[in-house]
């Protein structure tokens, strides 16, 4: 018997349905919910040239000078995880979406709002592993603000981080360029940055401890550039989302198909455990340390061996290509010999992930 | 009989002391304890010679270029005020900081955190203002990013703006650049950002209803920069902890004494009753659409007239000067010839002004 009609026998109570004049979680799970917040409310007030692209980061210029500029706010919970806290996520976010646009991170801007009551050595851990990723990057904080509001009225820390990139010469990646023919390559093994905040959120032990995968990929897609240049179409870091909601945008804005191998997926046995145990799909969930490169098939194996040569791109594996069939649509050939679209997150998996 | 001694004869319960090892509310009011924030615990850490100028907003070099940059996290309370809203005040207040720093405001990008059940309406109505003061500002919004939290962990919006501009070619104004014998001017009346904001928040009725000033001051930084070009050596919106913090923080980057004409302060009439009930000091006071300008005496009438010609300078006035006396340090000239030193806001006044 289903719910509906258990509820229609007065059986159990119907679950409500969600109100349409009100903000949802899944508005910000960076699924269907959030690009319809996008489609309907920002873009139309805000229309120009350079926000239609909808990149990791905005191009824009300055005098003689092409600029990449990217803004994220961090509301992740817990503050601190296996492999990170908010601080270190906070510079690893925004330096990889300037990365993603062919960018070297350079300045970094961080905005804090600061819960009344949060002890200073919460704060203390978050500003010193921030600083410590900063270092990392090289990259410079150049200004920030700090606000402060009542208890009760934020969750801890929230932090903005906009960073300022400037272009590579001859690399521009971007989400419009996916070609049929191209193959996609992933830098590392998914899913490890969705189970470990998971895991701390819900007091889960697992037997092998899950870590965040953050990180700054910049140095990973210096790697690539070096090898391949302007052959790399498209980069993008499937964080939010995961793996699906990325390569579902690629293929809407590139108006392109895309095939993805089932068995190539890189899933470490223990993300393919706590998947089935959390009831999650691994190519939903949030990564903060890898990113898919589009490439022309050709040069796969160079982009597979250059990325493996970084430690960060061990893991790097072919998982697909790009097709002229079903544009706009990702699917999924399994293992057994099936296929599966793999839609976009329809609402809110993972809240406050990132 | 005091606080002090009730509590001792067991009258009243005393104030708890404040904890020293957790954030608290005046960590976030612009006053000293805002100042012993970023000095204790971010500027050891983040330590570099940009960040190290406390301007309103950084001076950066990307190639060829310099750009100025600024971040600001708005979280004012209510969102919706005389004058204006949140959306129209987080523009203002990031191109004015650019401004300040005589840069002309290009870009912004835009981070929002929701909270989940806030209303489409008041989400509209923020983002049509936000819309409307970027247009009028001539800045394009070119990336943003909206988080959701549950309901009960944020308080509607939060929005932080982060602003890149270019520097005008020989106008450069800083907090350290102010000289005995210049002349302070600011550029019209004080107090009503802050009172707006208190009025709406305690539902106060007034006889005569206060606006935010809240307004994009480029145009009249142009104006100024117009008549007196390089002359400028300060530019400051006094906002968060108003006239005083501005004029404290200027008087220790720059080592010099400050001087205040008590009789020459531009307060309207409504801000001054306001402000005797509320048992507030309008110096304290945040503003978001008036500046104080640092010229040498010999410009000051030109300065005055200069911003005179302007809409929003037309309460223009000369309200003190510069002095090598009692260095670091702000003095008010009281109308019956006394004087009393104006200090930093020891904690907060205004929570959750901007």
């Known amino acids: 018997m289903s719910l509906d009609t258990l509820a229609a026998a007065g059986l159990v109570c119907p679950a409500p349905a969600p109100a349409t004049d009100r ?14 917040l996008l489609r309907e409310r920002f873009l139309p007030r805000f229309r120009n040239d350079v926000l239609a692209q909808l990149g990791d980061a905005a191009v824009v210029k300055v005098g003689r000078e092409e600029l990449a500029v990217s803004t994220d706010t961090f509301v992740v919970s817990p503050l601190e995880f296996p492999g990170g806290n908010i601080g270190s996520l906070a510079v690893h976010g925004t330096v990889n979406d300037l990365a993603m646009m062919g960018a070297r991170p350079l300045y970094l801007s961080a905005g804090f709002v600061l819960e009344e009551g949060l002890p200073f050595d919460v704060l203390d851990r978050v500003l010193d592993a921030m600083a410590a990723a900063v270092r990392e990057a090289g990259v410079l904080l150049v200004t920030g603000d700090t606000k402060v509001v ?37 830098s590392g093994p998914i899913g490890r940055h969705g189970i470990a905040i998971m895991a701390a959120r819900e007091g889960l032990g697992f037997e092998v401890r899950i870590e965040s ?21 498209v980069l993008r870091d499937p964080t939010r989302g995961g793996v699906a909601s990325a390569l579902n945008e690629i293929a809407t804005q590139s108006g392109v198909g895309i095939e993805l191998d089932e068995t190539a997926l890189p899933i470490p046995g223990p993300v393919s455990a706590a998947c089935e145990l959390l009831g999650l799909d691994p190519l939903y969930v949030a990564n903060e340390g890898v990113f898919v490169a589009f490439v022309p098939a050709a040069f796969a194996d160079d982009a597979v061996e250059a990325l493996r040569m970084h430690p960060l791109g061990r893991g790097a594996a072919l998982i697909g290509r790009v097709v002229q069939e079903h544009p706009r649509l990702v699917v999924l050939r399994t293992g057994i010999g099936g296929s599966r679209v793999v839609d976009m997150l329809p609402g809110d998996q993972l809240p406050r992930i990132c």
Not at 29 to 35: C, D, I, P
Not at 176 to 182: H, I, L, Q
């Open 150 to 186: 009542e208890r009760g009225k934020a969750d801890g820390i929230f932090v903005n981080t906009t960073g300022i990139g400037r272009l590579l010469p001859a690399f521009r990646p971007a989400p419009d360029r996916a070609r049929p023919g191209d193959a996609i390559v992933i």
């Open 23 to 36: 903000v949802q979680l899944g508005h910000g799970s960076g699924g269907k919910l959030s690009a319809t």
């Open 213 to 233: 995968d953050s990180a700054n990929l910049f140095p990973l897609v210096d790697r690539l550039r070096g090898a391949l240049g302007g052959a790399v179409s």
